[in-house]
């Protein structure tokens, strides 16, 4: 079901292109089953307001629930977000606790990478 969700995020061979709300659609289908991609990717769509309202708090949670997966993409935004406040929870011990889990799982040259693509 993700990969349904980034076909229409994409518009890759869809007769009528990108179509971000049938792509919000079908990544909370797959996150709700515990599916960490689209988690990541729905908490990216409530982030930016991709598909759905912009919505950091809904973000945050997503991101929570695909971090503690493992997924290390989502432990970077996680950490960014506690980092902010983004999301409504300002803390910075737990923002570093993200920072360093997610330097360890992507390694430095992916950590910033994945920092300048956020800018």
Known sequence: MPNIGVIYELGKGMPKGKDLVKAAHWFERAASKGNSFAQLNLGVCYMYGRGVDKD????FIWFQKS??????QAQFDLAVLYHT?????????TAQKWFALSKANMGELSLVK?????Q
């Open 67 to 72: 971090a503690n997966q493992g997924n290390k």
């Open 56 to 59: 950091p708090s809904k973000a």
């Open 114 to 118: 994945a920092t300048s693509e956020k």
């Open 85 to 93: 406040g983004q999301g409504g929870v300002k803390d910075e011990q």
